[in-house]
């Protein structure tokens, strides 16, 4: 999982492999869109411990981050796909491999 901000360039570059992806998802799924949404994560304490009180100071201290989450849900009355930006650009990234794969 890469920490990185997201940039103007990265979003352009996202951009540009979901168009490159676009036959092929339109081969796999005909006409379903793509929909990233950032609040599909899980929020999970930085660092745990076993014992109840301590973990609640280690909550307090060390705080909690955001891990997207690797599902997506597909919803056929609006033919569209959601899922977190970070799993669709995983998705994406194995359909073209698999795409690339085929094709030669």
Known sequence: MDNDSLTIEKLLEAKE?????????DSIMPGYALMPNI???????????????I???WAKKYGHYAKPK???YIFE???S?????HTLRRMVNRLVEEGGEQDG
């Open 55 to 57: 973990n609640k100071k």
């Open 39 to 53: 609040q599909m994560v899980d929020v999970v304490q930085a660092k745990t411990h076993r014992k109840k009180r």
């Open 77 to 79: 009355d609006t033919k």
């Open 70 to 72: 690797d599902c997506y």
């Open 17 to 25: 492999k979901l168009s490159q992806a676009g036959s092929i998802i």
């Open 81 to 85: 796909i959601m899922a977190h930006p």
